[in-house]
């Protein structure tokens, strides 16, 4: 398939992606806003596998955001310590969950403005969690797989997480824009690795450029 416009090559990964994903959604285990913030917050630099294991003792030790309020953050840590770099992560939950109860009646905020107020809560979090909790379309959320995907996609040029949610986000219609999230996400870990992508079985190859990707047959095409 010949794609004409960037904007064009953008609509066919989206349509196609969709047929391989109809039903997208997070890996991460969750039953409330609250529960899904404090998951996305634990899954920094580590796998949604590691994260499921842990949550389920870290609900049932503090069953409310008014419990995690009152918790010493001590505990947090012995219970997330697996996660890596759980002090810092303890920390942002303690504080998230105070200003959660102290400045939203207890419930997670629904806008992106409120939410960037929370303690370990960037444009990356905040997505994830206004779209797959309250169907909110307030932007892309920008891991490191759909940093990595648009960019060998051809769809940015930048690096920045939040330059590449900014192109991203004038490429695919705002009712779409929690879906492509997933899209890109499961696709990265399933066909488009770090190391080793597999172009051979790639169901986007013909109408992808391959940015920066090197095989052994061909140097990086930019």
């Known amino acids: 398939m010949r794609v004409s416009s960037i904007t064009a090559r953008a609509r066919a990964v989206r349509e196609r992606l969709a047929r391989r994903y109809p039903r997208p959604r997070t890996e991460l285990s969750w039953s409330t806003p609250w529960e899904l913030l404090v998951a996305t917050i634990l899954s920094a630099q580590c796998t949604d596998a590691r994260v499921n294991m842990v949550t389920p003792k870290l ?3 503090w069953r409310t955001v008014e419990q995690m309020a009152t918790a010493d953050p001590a505990q947090i840590e012995s219970v997330i310590r697996s996660t890596g770099f759980f002090r810092n992560k303890a920390k942002n939950l303690h504080a998230s969950a105070v200003r959660i109860v102290t400045h939203f009646g207890g419930q997670v905020p629904r806008t992106m403005e409120e939410m960037l107020t929370l303690a370990g809560v960037a444009r990356k979090t ?9 169907g909110v379309h307030a932007g892309i959320a920008v891991d490191t797989h759909v940093k990595r995907i648009s960019f060998r996609l051809g769809l940015t040029r930048q690096t920045n997480p939040d330059k590449v949610e900014q192109d991203l986000l004038k490429l695919f219609p705002q009712e779409s824009w929690g879906a492509v999230n997933h899209y890109l996400v499961l696709f990265g870990r399933e066909v488009c690795a770090a190391r080793k992508p597999l172009c051979d079985a790639c169901e ?9 990707v090197v095989s052994r047959s061909a140097s990086p095409v930019t």
């Open 204 to 212: 986007l190859a013909d109408l992808c450029p391959r940015t920066g």
């Open 59 to 61: 609900f049932a030790t």
């Open 126 to 134: 905040a997505n994830v969690v206004l779209s797959n909790a309250y």
